[in-house]
């Protein structure tokens, strides 16, 4: 893929979906609290968040088989942006400011 403007990393006619995007598909299953549980589902919601970890700072993979994180397209002041995280014991959704050096997966949207 290669960045343009406006659009990030995503293939054309698709993009990385803001805060508020995410927001939208969270209260669609009930909101923060519950959501996790039916987007680790694929037969509940056709998402599948695969909780395969985390690459922190470009150096250290964290939480395999356990969590995931994925990334937003909102900025979180300079040097972060907002991130939601989902793990397999808690089915909640958490929203997390992290920085921009994180390797974090993406879900694109479709236009």
């Given at each position: 893929?290669?960045?343009?403007?406006?659009?990030?990393?995503?293939?054309?006619?698709?993009?990385?979906?803001?805060?508020?995007?995410?927001?939208?598909?969270?209260?669609?299953?009930?909101?923060?609290?519950?959501?996790?549980?039916?987007?680790?589902?694929?037969?509940?919601?056709?998402?599948?968040?695969?909780?395969?970890?985390?690459?922190?700072?470009?150096?250290?993979?964290?939480?395999?088989?356990?969590?995931?994180?994925?990334?937003?397209?909102?900025p979180?002041?300079?040097?972060?942006?907002?991130?939601?995280?989902l793990n397999?014991y808690?089915?909640?959704?958490?929203?997390?400011?992290?920085?921009?050096a994180?390797?974090?997966?993406i879900r694109?949207?479709?236009?």
């Amino acid at each position: 893929m290669t960045r343009l403007q406006g659009k990030g990393y995503s293939p054309p006619g698709w993009h990385i979906p803001t805060d508020n995007d995410w927001t939208v598909l969270f209260n669609f299953y009930n909101g923060n609290g519950f959501a996790g549980k039916p987007l680790q589902d694929t037969i509940i919601s056709g998402f599948r968040a695969l909780t395969g970890g985390v690459f922190y700072l470009n150096s250290t993979w964290s939480f395999a088989d356990f969590a995931v994180l994925f990334w937003t397209s909102t900025p979180w002041g300079s040097t972060k942006a907002i991130s939601h995280g989902l793990n397999i014991y808690d089915f909640s959704v958490s929203l997390y400011p992290s920085s921009r050096a994180n390797a974090f997966p993406i879900r694109c949207m479709h236009d």
